[in-house]
Structures are given as structure tokens and as C-alpha cells.
């Protein structure tokens, strides 16, 4: 499996920003997928997760109301809809798969996609 992160940009504080993960491989479907970010000098963070079937999706406290985490299985894509943006939220933004549940713990997903840098301007 191998993932490709899109997306990312410079906005201004209250914008909006879809974020995109493409995936190869005819499996998309059986992954579960989330979103993780790192900011400079600080620990990869959980965004935001979703099940295979595109159904069960959870989000970090920091987000939630805020971000939309969707699939796609027909277009073997994971999407980031972020609205309202912070400059807290300023951060690479990375794709992960894994073929079993949905977790927001980094280390459990098997796949990474190379990062989108996400920058918000207050």
C-alpha cells in the first residue's frame, strides 16, 4: 500500500482546507485510515480516524466540530475537511492505513504517506 498526501497550503486563520490521501493497491477498501500532524520539535499527534467501510470515524478533542474525516472507496481516497482553521493547527500532516480496527495511536498504523504542510497565519 502506498499513500499520497495532498492538500496542504498557507491560509489565514478561520479558513478551510481539504486535505487528500490517495491510495494505491486494489485493498483500499479493507483499510482503516487516519490522520495524523507534527508541529516543529513536537510528537506526531492524532487528527482524526476512520473504519474501512468509511463508517466510525473519531476525532482528537482539538478538532472535533471542526475537522471531517471522509472515504471514498471508489476513488481509493481519504479526505481532511478542516474548517475554522487555528494557527494551532499548524503542522505536517501525514496519512496512515492499517488492515485491522481504527486506533489513534501512531505506531499501530503499517503505512504513512509522506506528509502535506498545513500552515495557518493568525
Known amino acids: 500500500v502506498q499513500l499520497q498526501a495532498s492538500g496542504g497550503g498557507l491560509v489565514q486563520a478561520g479558513d478551510s482546507l481539504r486535505l487528500s490521501c490517495a491510495a494505491s493497491?486494489?485493498?483500499?477498501?479493507?483499510?482503516?485510515m487516519g490522520w495524523f500532524r507534527q508541529a516543529p520539535e513536537k510528537e506526531r499527534q492524532f487528527v482524526a480516524a476512520i473504519g474501512w467501510s468509511g463508517g466510525g470515524t473519531y476525532y482528537a478533542d482539538s478538532v472535533k466540530g471542526r475537522f471531517t474525516i471522509s472515504k471514498d472507496n471508489a476513488k481509493n481516497t481519504m479526505y481532511l475537511q478542516m474548517t475554522s482553521l487555528k494557527p494551532e493547527d499548524t503542522a505536517i500532516y501525514y496519512c496512515?492505513?492499517?488492515?485491522?480496527?481504527?486506533?489513534?495511536?501512531?505506531?499501530?498504523?503499517?503505512?504513512w504517506g509522506q506528509g502535506t504542510q498545513v500552515t495557518v497565519s493568525s
Open positions: 496512515a492505513a492499517r488492515f485491522a480496527r481504527t486506533t489513534y495511536v501512531p505506531a499501530d498504523y503499517d503505512y
Open positions: 493497491g486494489r485493498t483500499f477498501s479493507s483499510l482503516a
